[in-house]
Structures are given as structure tokens and as C-alpha cells.
């Protein structure tokens, strides 16, 4: 069984082991956020590990959108030419009026 192999006995207390930080630590709400999924009643990570994982996830996705944000900012400024007055005057046929 799972539970076996992830929470130990130490000093009659139950303690859990990260795997990130390899650690034992007292298997609690302290230490570790419940999970009804898990078979220990825990999440696998500690709560410190967990929010190192999250952050460094954020900051790939913020990583990986900067050039994403600069496409975004090229587009923005294509239509913000298109939506000139005088990109409309001087380019009329492009122009639909739907009243006539």
C-alpha cells in the first residue's frame, strides 16, 4: 500500500518525506496542504516547495508571454493606424457605410 512508503513513524509522531527538498516532515496541515486525492490525506510537495514550484512557474509563463505582449503591441499599433481619420480619407474605398 502507498501509504506506507510516504508517511513514517518518528518519535511516535507521523512525519511525511518531500521529494523536492527531501525532507521529513511532521505530516500536518502545517506542513503539508490535505488532498482527498492522495492516500496519506496530503499533497505530495511541502507547503514551502509547493509555492517555490508556483512561483517559478509564473515566472516562465510571464518569461514565455513577453514576446507574446510585444506581437500584441505590433498589432495594437497596426489598428490604431487603421482606425485614423486619415487612413480613411485617403484610403475611401475602404470605407463601408451600411446606412446606404
Known sequence: MKLANCIRDIAGRPHKRCP????????????????KRHASGYLTY?????????????EKERAA?????K???????????????EYWLTNSNNYQ???Q
Open 20 to 35: 523536492v527538498c527531501q525532507k521529513w516532515l511532521p505530516a500536518n496541515k502545517l506542513y503539508f496542504s490535505e488532498s
Open 97 to 99: 457605410n451600411k446606412d
Open 65 to 69: 508571454g513577453s514576446g507574446t505582449i
Open 71 to 85: 506581437t500584441d503591441m505590433n498589432a495594437q499599433a497596426a489598428l490604431a493606424e487603421i482606425l485614423k481619420p
Open 46 to 58: 511541502c507547503k514551502e516547495c509547493c509555492s517555490d514550484i508556483q512561483r517559478r512557474k509564473r
